[in-house]
């Protein structure tokens, strides 16, 4: 299992990710990834034969959130088709359904790996189009929509993120998920130099930007120093097989 996050703040430089099988649990450490992905929007459809796929980096939210943090991805990336068939910066797509919930695709789950396969080149402001291998890590090149942030995002999201960065998440719980579709419950804390910023530490972030009357960005989600931002659930439905594998691991 690996996780797709966006940089919350220009301090984080990771991201840990907590487990346990019920909400009211004390939630272990799983993993501690050390980089971030780039959130990006589907700005054209791509058909299952397109090598080339048209991203926009996303605007700033309601907030004022900054979901550009990473966009040296996209803007200084300079592999070609060596390192796309080595699968070092892989474009996640993925496609939800009800609940928020992974849609599915047949006895698998309607998510496509692609691999970069060139330097993305800038169309217009904020939008790239980017060479790929279709279909990488086990998975099936599929049919995809385009769409606007943030209403499409509830459909269609994707990632851009280093192969190498993403950190298996792992307990022993998670074969029994796989084979009884228990519900799994997650929460994410970034973390920089000084230390892991948990509600406490949000909150305390929120209540001095509001104070300097500066924009609170992603500190408008958390709502006090004891709630989880974000608290996520993962269910992976009973029979599913393991479909992405990373370095004999499984997204």
Known sequence: MRALAARPHGVAIGVDVYYDDTAAGDFPLVGKQRSYALPVSLYAGAGVGAGTIRVALLPAGTNGEDFQRDQHLLRDWAGGATEGRNDELLLVLIKRGSGGAIAANGDRDYV???SVSGSPTLVSAGVFDIPVLRGRLATLALDWSAGSFPDAWSTYEAWL?????????????????LSSGATGYFRLSAYAGRGSYGPEAAYGERQALEAAARPVG????????TTWVPALTAKIPAGYAEQIVI???SI
């Open 112 to 114: 496509e790996v692609c």
């Open 161 to 177: 993120i280093p192969s190498a960065q993403l950190a298996a998440l792992e307990h022993a719980d998670f074969d029994s998920m």
């Open 218 to 225: 992603e500190y408008g989600l958390q709502p006090d120093t």
């Open 247 to 249: 370095d004999g691991g």
